[in-house]
């Protein structure tokens, strides 16, 4: 993406650096991280259900707080190539045509995104300034999500989180049917009435849209 090889530099240049942080704060909303092995990292039971911060969650946090890369340790880490097609157009950065061929044909919502930054940037329009506090369609999804959950569970208290990722409301209205489940259920759980969050198991069929 920079045009450095990887093994060129102990510690990365500014801009490498800037790009690593951007690439750490996706993992709370764009990527799901997976090992070597392909088994997921991101996220544990005890992050998801119980609200608590799991050790690559701290790791996260501390590398971009502190602005500090360890190399080995994010050779480990490693990302889905649609999930990083959508990172690129949410930033507005070309492909890189180390994992993208020149022919490359853009997924709908990577091309909805390229088309917004075509209209005058994401969140504005070529009459406005794009602000740096203005949010990216992810986050709105985000915000619009959790806001529907909310009300929700106030109507159906008993709904677990696995139903609720299943109501026509947060699949449509909230554009949930975007995004991958880990994802979802990561959003939702944190507006979890406390004692849904602890529930697992097989998910109860979601009571009908007109239910009172």
């Known amino acids: 993406m920079h045009g450095i090889p990887p093994d060129e530099h102990e510690d990365p240049p500014s801009d ?3 790009t690593l942080r951007e690439l750490l704060v996706g993992t709370s909303d764009v990527f ?5 092995g392909g088994n997921p990292i991101g996220y544990g039971i005890a992050s998801v259900f119980l609200g608590r911060p799991s050790k690559f969650e701290r790791r996260v946090e501390k590398a971009i707080n502190e602005r500090t890369y360890d190399k080995r340790w994010l050779n480990s880490v490693f990302i889905e190539q649609d ?3 959508i990172w690129c157009a949410l930033h507005n950065r070309p492909l890189p045509d180390f994992w993208f061929s020149s022919h490359w044909q853009l997924s709908p ?8 930054w075509s209209r005058g940037g994401i969140g504005g329009t070529k009459s406005e300034k794009a602000s740096p506090l203005s949010l990216r369609p992810v986050q709105e999804d985000r915000q619009r999500c959790e ?3 909310t009300r929700l569970w106030k109507e159906f ?3 677990t989180i696995a139903a609720m990722m299943k109501r026509p409301e947060i699949q449509r209205e909230g554009n949930g049917k975007l995004y991958k489940e880990k994802t979802l259920r990561r959003w939702l759980s944190s507006k979890a009435p406390p004692d849904i969050k602890g529930k697992r198991g097989r998910p109860r069929k979601a009571p009908d849209i007109t239910e009172k």
């Open 32 to 36: 799901n991280p997976y090992d070597s």
């Open 83 to 85: 999930e990083f097609e």
């Open 157 to 159: 208290p008993s709904l």
């Open 109 to 116: 919502k990577a091309q909805f995104y390229r088309d917004s």
């Open 16 to 18: 490498v650096g800037d």
């Open 147 to 149: 806001a529907l959950a």
